[in-house]
């Protein structure tokens, strides 16, 4: 039996990038000896194993067939008969259907060495096309490996076109479709994960009004947005909302994120943007009344960390869009109202009903004399 190092960590290797994690393939070998070696069996699909010590996989080679549509609809064969080569080939893209042997020799049947010096994601044979997931693959390494270069083959862009067209891009599972996307949002260029499955119309598909967003612009506002949103947060929700936020109404925005599986906090953030950006890229700045009931709506009394994060997302928007925000002013009236001492306005002697009314008025109050200050003082400077 053979051991080899596979996909990623010989990629990563050869990049001169960090590895992550190190995948194996073992040729020659059979489920019962390498149990016999110690290894653990994990996953119900395929014999994939743990390493007893380094707790790393190690995979038998195997062959996989497309029977169903979808993530799951997969056939595997694996057996001692079945070669590196066979399993090498199953691989979405050349750079990843590389191995190393144990000696150190690159095992490359399908150019992922010339790939990496041309910085090409060209796909290894037709079979690529058995799993749609790997169009969000390819876009991802596309936002990763944009900035050494990197781009997609032609041939391999006209094959996801494709697979689009035929509709196979319908059977993925909504949670992976979010897992790749959350990943591509903390890629370095984000922005190319979604210019990549818009020139294969994959986009269209998925996130029908970012789609629309990118096809009337070349400089499209929603990606601007992502790309400060990046550079001023590592939030994916900042990220996640700075993106979509600005795009359509509130409820679009809610319906858009939970087809797209956006867990809660994602959601609430894109949903606080479209909903408040207006106001906090506009008038509320000048005028008390919104700017408290806007504070209100986004419970920035009880969530200060959720508003400073909110603030970043429409920023971000409000610089793609050229309106400035103003959230020194607003981040002092919050404070200045925050500060407001319920205790206290107890002790004079307010309950219930117009206590809550004090704590309004005052907070009210407060936000009034910081916009006042802050509009004077602009004016002196
Ligand atoms: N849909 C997929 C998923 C994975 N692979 C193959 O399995 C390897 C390991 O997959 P994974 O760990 O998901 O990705 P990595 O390439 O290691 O990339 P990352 O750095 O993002 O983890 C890949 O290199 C590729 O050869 C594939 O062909 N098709």
Same mark, same amino acid.
């Not at 020139?199 to 789609?211: F, M, V, Y």
């Not at 916009?371 to 400077?381: A, I, P, R, S």
């Given at each position: 039996m053979q051991t080899y190092l596979v996909g990623g960590a010989v990629r990563d290797a050869l990049l001169g990038r960090a590895?992550?994690?190190?995948?194996?393939?073992?040729?020659?070998?059979?489920?019962?000896?390498?149990?016999?070696?110690?290894?653990? *069996?994990v996953g119900a699909d395929f014999p994939v194993f743990l390493?007893?010590?380094?707790?790393? +996989?190690?995979?038998?080679?195997?062959?996989? $067939?497309?029977?169903?549509?979808?993530?799951?609809g997969f056939e595997v064969h694996s057996a001692p008969d079945v070669t590196l080569e066979d399993d090498l080939r199953r691989r979405d893209l050349t750079i990843n259907a590389?191995?190393?042997? +144990?000696?150190?020799?690159?095992?490359?049947?399908?150019?992922?060495?010339?790939?990496?010096?041309?910085?090409?994601?060209r796909h290894v044979s037709p079979a690529f096309s058995e799993d749609p997931l790997r169009i969000l693959r390819v876009a991802r390494f596309a936002a990763r490996?944009?900035?050494?270069?990197?781009?997609?083959?032609?041939?391999?862009?006209?094959?996801? $076109?494709?697979?689009? $067209?035929s509709g196979e891009v319908e059977h993925l599972v909504p949670e992976r479709i979010w897992q790749e996307t959350q990943r591509a949002l903390h890629e370095h260029r984000p922005d190319v994960y979604f210019r990549v499955m818009q020139?294969?119309?994959?986009?269209?598909?998925?996130?029908?009004?970012?789609?629309n967003a990118l096809t009337s612009n070349a400089n499209p506002a929603p990606l601007r947005a992502l790309m400060l949103a990046v550079q001023l947060s590592s939030h994916t929700a900042v990220r996640y909302a700075a993106l979509l936020g600005g795009l359509d109404t509130p409820l679009a925005v809610e319906d858009l994120s939970q087809s797209l599986r956006a867990p809660n906090d994602c959601q609430a953030m894109a949903i606080l943007v479209a909903t408040s950006a207006d106001d906090l890229l506009g008038p509320a700045t000048e005028d008390p009344d919104l700017l408290l009931a806007v504070l209100d709506r986004c419970d920035a009394w009880r969530r200060p960390e959720r508003f400073d994060d909110l603030l970043i997302a429409i920023g971000a928007l409000g610089q793609a869009t050229l309106r400035?925000?103003?959230?020194?002013?607003?981040? *002092?009236?919050? +404070?200045?109202? $925050?500060?407001?001492d319920p205790q206290a306005l107890m002790a004079e002697g307010h309950t219930g009903k117009a206590l809550?009314?004090?704590?309004?008025?005052?907070?009210? *109050?407060?936000?009034?004399t910081v916009?006042? *200050?802050?509009?004077?003082?602009?004016?002196?400077?």
């Open positions: 590895v992550k994690d190190r995948d194996w393939v073992v040729v020659g070998a059979t489920p019962d000896e390498m149990l016999a070696k110690g290894f653990r *069996q390493h007893p010590e380094t707790q790393e +996989e190690y995979a038998l080679a195997r062959t996989e $067939r497309k029977k169903g549509h979808g993530y799951h590389m191995a190393q042997a +144990e000696d150190g020799t690159i095992i490359d049947p399908f150019g992922g060495q010339h790939d990496l010096e041309r910085k090409l994601l490996l944009e900035p050494l270069g990197f781009r997609v083959a032609p041939e391999t862009n006209e094959l996801m $076109r494709e697979m689009v $067209r020139d294969c119309d994959a986009l269209s598909r998925l996130i029908p009004p970012l789609a400035e925000l103003d959230s020194h002013s607003i981040k *002092q009236a919050l +404070e200045a109202a $925050r500060a407001v809550g009314e004090a704590i309004r008025r005052t907070r009210h *109050q407060r936000i009034a916009l006042k *200050q802050n509009k004077t003082g602009n004016h002196h400077d």
